[in-house]
Protein backbone atom coordinates (compact mmCIF):
# COMPACT_ATOMS: atom_id res chain seq x y z
CA UNK A 1 0.00 0.00 0.00
CA UNK A 2 1.39 3.49 -0.98
CA UNK A 3 1.29 5.93 1.56
CA UNK A 4 0.45 9.49 -0.14
CA UNK A 5 2.10 12.85 1.98
CA UNK A 6 -0.23 14.79 3.09
CA UNK A 7 0.57 18.87 2.79
CA UNK A 8 0.64 20.83 5.62
CA UNK A 9 -0.41 23.88 5.69
CA UNK A 10 -0.36 26.83 8.43
CA UNK A 11 -4.27 28.54 8.27
CA UNK A 12 -5.08 32.08 9.16
CA UNK A 13 -7.29 32.99 12.63
CA UNK A 14 -9.92 32.99 10.07
CA UNK A 15 -11.15 29.85 8.59
CA UNK A 16 -13.92 31.38 7.24
CA UNK A 17 -10.72 33.61 4.69
CA UNK A 18 -8.72 30.19 4.62
CA UNK A 19 -11.35 28.69 1.95
CA UNK A 20 -12.01 31.72 0.08
CA UNK A 21 -15.25 32.20 1.66
CA UNK A 22 -16.90 35.77 0.76
CA UNK A 23 -17.68 37.77 4.01
CA UNK A 24 -15.33 36.02 5.95
CA UNK A 25 -14.43 38.15 9.03
CA UNK A 26 -18.45 38.96 8.72
CA UNK A 27 -19.22 35.27 9.24
CA UNK A 28 -16.67 34.79 11.54
CA UNK A 29 -17.59 37.23 13.90
CA UNK A 30 -21.57 35.74 13.74
CA UNK A 31 -20.01 32.78 14.36
CA UNK A 32 -18.36 33.61 17.58
CA UNK A 33 -21.44 35.62 18.89
CA UNK A 34 -23.74 32.69 18.23
CA UNK A 35 -20.86 30.20 20.28
CA UNK A 36 -21.15 32.52 22.79
CA UNK A 37 -24.72 32.24 22.78
CA UNK A 38 -24.56 28.57 22.93
CA UNK A 39 -22.09 28.37 25.73
CA UNK A 40 -24.78 30.48 27.93
CA UNK A 41 -27.34 28.70 27.06
CA UNK A 42 -25.88 25.52 28.25
CA UNK A 43 -24.31 26.78 31.46
CA UNK A 44 -27.94 27.78 32.33
CA UNK A 45 -29.44 24.38 31.26
CA UNK A 46 -32.15 26.08 29.05
CA UNK A 47 -34.84 24.14 27.17
CA UNK A 48 -35.38 25.80 23.48
CA UNK A 49 -38.24 26.51 24.68
CA UNK A 50 -36.97 28.19 28.30
CA UNK A 51 -34.23 30.47 26.17
CA UNK A 52 -36.74 31.26 23.79
CA UNK A 53 -38.91 32.30 26.63
CA UNK A 54 -35.93 33.91 28.12
CA UNK A 55 -34.85 36.05 24.96
CA UNK A 56 -37.88 37.02 23.16
CA UNK A 57 -36.36 35.13 20.25
CA UNK A 58 -38.33 32.23 18.32
CA UNK A 59 -37.62 28.89 19.41
CA UNK A 60 -37.26 28.15 15.40
CA UNK A 61 -34.61 30.75 16.07
CA UNK A 62 -32.44 29.44 18.92
CA UNK A 63 -32.52 25.93 16.94
CA UNK A 64 -31.03 27.37 14.22
CA UNK A 65 -28.44 29.29 16.00
CA UNK A 66 -27.86 25.66 17.82
CA UNK A 67 -26.91 23.62 14.16
CA UNK A 68 -25.09 26.83 13.17
CA UNK A 69 -27.44 28.14 10.16
CA UNK A 70 -26.84 31.46 10.70
CA UNK A 71 -27.67 33.01 6.91
CA UNK A 72 -31.07 34.70 8.27
CA UNK A 73 -29.26 36.40 11.28
CA UNK A 74 -27.13 39.92 11.59
CA UNK A 75 -24.89 40.52 13.90
CA UNK A 76 -26.95 43.11 15.08
CA UNK A 77 -29.64 40.56 15.87
CA UNK A 78 -26.86 37.97 17.79
CA UNK A 79 -26.02 41.01 19.64
CA UNK A 80 -29.49 41.99 20.70
CA UNK A 81 -29.86 38.09 21.79
CA UNK A 82 -26.75 38.54 24.19
CA UNK A 83 -28.06 41.66 25.40
CA UNK A 84 -31.41 40.06 26.28
CA UNK A 85 -29.29 36.95 27.95
CA UNK A 86 -27.65 40.12 30.38
CA UNK A 87 -24.60 40.06 28.27
CA UNK A 88 -22.37 43.33 26.88
CA UNK A 89 -20.34 42.52 24.10
CA UNK A 90 -17.41 44.62 23.05
CA UNK A 91 -15.96 44.74 19.64
CA UNK A 92 -12.27 45.39 19.55
CA UNK A 93 -10.63 46.57 15.77
CA UNK A 94 -6.91 46.76 15.35
CA UNK A 95 -4.46 45.98 12.80
CA UNK A 96 -3.46 42.42 11.74
CA UNK A 97 -0.16 42.20 12.45
CA UNK A 98 -0.01 39.03 9.37
CA UNK A 99 -1.96 40.49 7.23
CA UNK A 100 -2.97 44.36 5.71
CA UNK A 101 -6.08 43.84 6.16
CA UNK A 102 -7.95 44.97 9.68
CA UNK A 103 -9.18 42.35 12.46
CA UNK A 104 -12.24 42.49 14.14
CA UNK A 105 -13.07 40.65 17.43
CA UNK A 106 -15.74 40.30 19.70
CA UNK A 107 -15.57 39.67 23.44
CA UNK A 108 -18.70 38.85 25.68
Known sequence: MKKDKLEVVR???NPFRDIGSPNAD???LKADLSGKIIDILDKKGWSQRQASKETGIDQ???CRIRNADLKGFTIDR???IL???N???EVTVRPNRR???V???ASV
Request: no cysteine; glycine share 4%.
Open 11 to 13: GSD
Open 99 to 101: RTR
Open 26 to 28: TKL
Open 83 to 85: NNL
Open 103 to 105: AVH
Open 60 to 62: ADI
Open 78 to 80: LVK
Open 87 to 89: YTV
